[in-house]
């Protein structure tokens, strides 16, 4: 794909923006004093990929969180100070394990340790590497969302020369590194530890061994290679590549970075990368520390144990936009990443578009729809909530989506696929979503309860067929008012008599639906039709619901 440009901004937000308090904003405040500090005409941030694996939902926070930052500083710098974000992926890194997903796991046996950019592609002929085939997917999964990026690959950067300052200048202080690195490690560790890793003209294994010899002044160092000749190799040229956290500093210094951020498992190691940043004459940039996912048990997502939600699975289940502001909310607070989280998702995305389009500028910058669509929020008409279209897939289990939109067009005639992209998505993704993960639980209704449908049925029927959802509310409302189990005494009626507990409604979800809880009780019924919501409470009265 061709680059994604930079989109426009509208200038209407420049004075506005000097006062946003979102966090972008607040991040973005701190590079604005920093290039004012420094002088610096452009502002680089950064982005890393360990290519071991295909882009993940990790990768996408990074990129879409950094990409919020970068358009906020656009915002307060009147975008007259270019910007450049580099996503830099690390396929020098050796190949420490077999991937799961390989065609032929003895095949790759003979290049573990090896670059990745050395390892065979193990599934076409297509891409030199196995580095390659996953840099090809990254950039392909960063075209597919728009990102406007600058893709840096580390083997290039290595054998091009364009690390061979900073690495020559790593030799020289090599003392000054080890006495950064040194008391992190372990005892056992410090005695062969290197932040120089040589690749081995024997194998092509990166080696992690001592250093016998780094000689500043010619720029090479010396080692054991694997049969145990002393063998010396420049620092330069991708002989070697740095151990990863001073290949942290080593980076930010060779590129400039100004802005880069990171999981919570990197904030210790943080005062190493910018330690040895400037001692190899860098400025250490700006940090932003996100917390980590977790699963629906509250455990931290592993790729390894596989107990997170992918990004092909939340995109299987919902539109992009919900993921992204997923990782706009509250990116400092550990949150759980597992599917039951997406129907509100994609609601909340919802009812902020929806919302943006009656705000001032001021208020405008202040929602999230803003910072996912990097201030570009598209006009979407939404006449029906992700999760009424959930409860109606559950209530009339459609085998097509033509079923779904035959509700629709008779709740909001004149509103089709044709005129609605964006909600015949959300059919697709609620009956994908409703097949694989609503769990039906139907009870059966005890005497009080049995009476109270009976008393709903019956007041339905006296309603108009095309009753507005509040007429089908206040209907329920009134039947619920008569029936001593559902009175709230603290809430107060029209009329002055008692209020209506939640139970009430918890109760026609559970008989009716078969879940614990729903939208609106009167949107629904206006969607899937007051008839067919009688047919539904004779059902349950029937015990047909038990018996499915």
């Not at 003979?110 to 670059?115: E, R």
């Not at 001073?246 to 951020?261: I, T």
Request: hydrophobic share 40%; charged share 25%.
């Amino acid at each position: 794909m061709s680059p994604v440009p930079l989109p426009v901004l509208d200038p209407a937000f420049f004075d506005a923006a000097q006062t946003a308090r979102a966090w972008p904003f607040e991040e973005a405040r701190k590079l604005v004093k920093r290039l004012e500090k420094t002088g610096k005409g452009e502002a680089v941030f950064e982005t890393g990929y360990g290519p071991s694996g295909l882009p993940h939902i990790g990768t996408f926070g990074e990129v879409a969180r950094t990409t919020m930052v970068r358009t906020a500083f656009r915002l307060l710098t009147r975008d007259e100070v270019p910007t450049r974000l580099i996503c830099f992926s690390d396929d020098m890194d050796g190949m420490r394990k077999i991937p799961e997903n390989v065609p032929s796991r003895e095949a790759m046996e003979p290049h573990l340790q090896k670059p990745l950019s050395a390892v065979p592609d193990p599934w076409t002929n297509e891409y030199a590497s196995f580095g390659d085939h996953n840099n090809a997917m990254l950039r392909r999964f960063l075209d597919t969302f728009g990102f406007d990026y600058e893709f840096a690959s580390a083997t290039d950067y290595y054998k091009s020369g364009k690390f061979d300052t900073v690495l020559r200048l790593a030799a020289e202080r090599y003392d000054a590194i080890m006495k950064v690195m040194l008391p992190s490690l372990g005892v056992e560790r410090q005695a062969t530890y290197s932040p120089f890793l040589p690749i081995s003209p024997l194998s092509g294994r990166v080696l992690y061994v001592p250093m016998k010899e780094v000689n500043a002044k010619d720029g090479t160092i010396t080692f054991a290679d694997e049969d145990g000749r002393d063998t010396t190799v420049p620092v330069t040229g991708g002989h070697v590549k740095m151990q990863w956290k001073p290949d942290f500093g080593m980076r930010w210094a060779a590129l400039g970075v100004d802005f880069e951020m990171f999981g919570k498992d990197h904030q210790t190691n943080a005062p190493i990368y910018d330690k040895i940043c400037a001692i190899l004459g860098g400025n250490p940039p700006e940090h932003y520390v996100y917390e980590l996912f977790l699963d629906s048990e509250g455990q931290k997502i592993s790729k390894s144990k596989g107990n997170g939600l992918t990004i092909d699975e939340w995109l299987t289940y919902a539109p992009a936009e919900s993921l992204g502001l997923y990782m706009f909310q509250k990116p400092r607070v550990a949150k759980r990443l597992h599917f039951d989280v997406i129907p509100r998702a994609v609601d909340e995305y919802a009812a902020h578009v929806a919302a943006y389009a009656k705000q001032d500028v001021a208020a405008r910058l202040e929602n999230p729809a803003f910072h996912v669509h990097y201030g570009n929020v598209p006009e979407i008409d939404m006449p029906v909530t992700f999760a009424l279209l959930l409860n109606l897939a559950t209530a009339s289990n459609p085998e097509t989506p033509e079923v779904m939109w035959g509700y629709i067009s008779a709740y909001a005639p004149g509103v089709s696929p044709q005129t609605h992209p964006h909600l015949d998505a959300l059919v697709g993704y609620a009956m994908r979503y409703f097949r694989n993960f609503v769990a039906k639980t139907y009870r059966a209704p005890d005497d009080v309860e049995r009476t109270a449908l009976e008393a709903l049925s019956a007041a339905f029927a006296t309603l108009p067929a095309h009753a507005d959802n509040e007429a089908i509310q206040n209907a329920a409302l009134d039947v619920a008012r008569q029936v001593e189990r559902y009175q709230d005494h603290s809430k107060k009626s029209p009329a002055g008599g008692p209020g209506v507990s939640g139970d009430f409604f918890r109760m026609l979800y559970q008989v009716l639906i078969g879940q614990e809880r729903g939208p609106r009780f009167g949107s629904f019924v206006a969607l899937y039709g007051i008839d067919n919501t009688r047919q539904l409470i004779a059902d349950a009265l029937a015990g047909k619901m038990l018996a499915a």
